[in-house]
């Protein structure tokens, strides 16, 4: 997104363009609310605060939002999101983790989807649910062990044999929505 876009905005109004407040997208009210007041906004396109305020809130853009993406993309900042960054992998890294990861994952990649619905529909029993879970965060614990002790060479043999499998299924789709829920603190 253009970061001169309040300063475009501007220079057409100017030059006696109407600015349309109906056509406005999202990225562009977050662009222009990352670093303008709603008060800013209205006065450029010539309507009320409570409008800017009101489309805000329904397309959910706040000022923390905002302020955690100016935060990450500063230039000031990059070297210290870099070492938080490594600092959280050197956390999770550790041998100690990875029954809690392991539990966390399976929660977040099995448990907490489908199966949870096919399990309250009566379609899996309480044993199979503790069958596929331990399944699961076994799958998960030795995954991690391998990648935690830099084993590359089973991971990839691994990864070599099951990508025989599933070559009909549907292209995957990266799923990061609660990922940035959270980040965001929208969870």
Not at 25 to 32: I, R, S
Not at 142 to 162: A, D, F
Request: hydrophobic share 35%; aromatic share 10%.
């Amino acid at each position: 997104m253009n970061q001169n876009l309040y300063e475009e905005l501007l220079k057409q109004k100017n030059e006696g363009k109407k600015l349309d407040w109906n056509s406005i997208t999202k990225e562009e009210l977050e662009n222009l609310f990352e670093k303008h007041s709603d008060s800013i906004i209205a006065e450029l396109y010539d309507i009320t605060k409570a409008q800017v305020t009101n489309k805000r809130r329904k397309w959910d853009i706040k000022l923390y939002n905002c302020a955690i993406k100016n935060f990450l993309n500063d230039d000031t900042n990059k070297i210290l999101f870099k070492n938080l960054n490594q600092s959280s992998k050197d956390r999770l890294l550790n041998e100690k983790n990875i029954d809690t990861i392991s539990i966390a994952l399976t929660h977040y990649l099995f448990r907490n989807g489908p199966v949870e619905d096919m399990h309250s529909d009566g379609k899996l029993s309480q044993n199979d649910m503790k069958k596929l879970n331990k399944f699961m965060v076994n799958r998960i614990a030795g995954l991690l062990q391998t990648i935690n002790k830099g084993e590359w060479l089973k991971l990839e043999l691994l990864l070599n044999i099951y990508s025989l499998y599933g070559k009909d299924w549907d292209k995957p789709i990266p799923d990061t929505d609660e990922l940035n829920a959270i980040f965001l603190n929208k969870y």
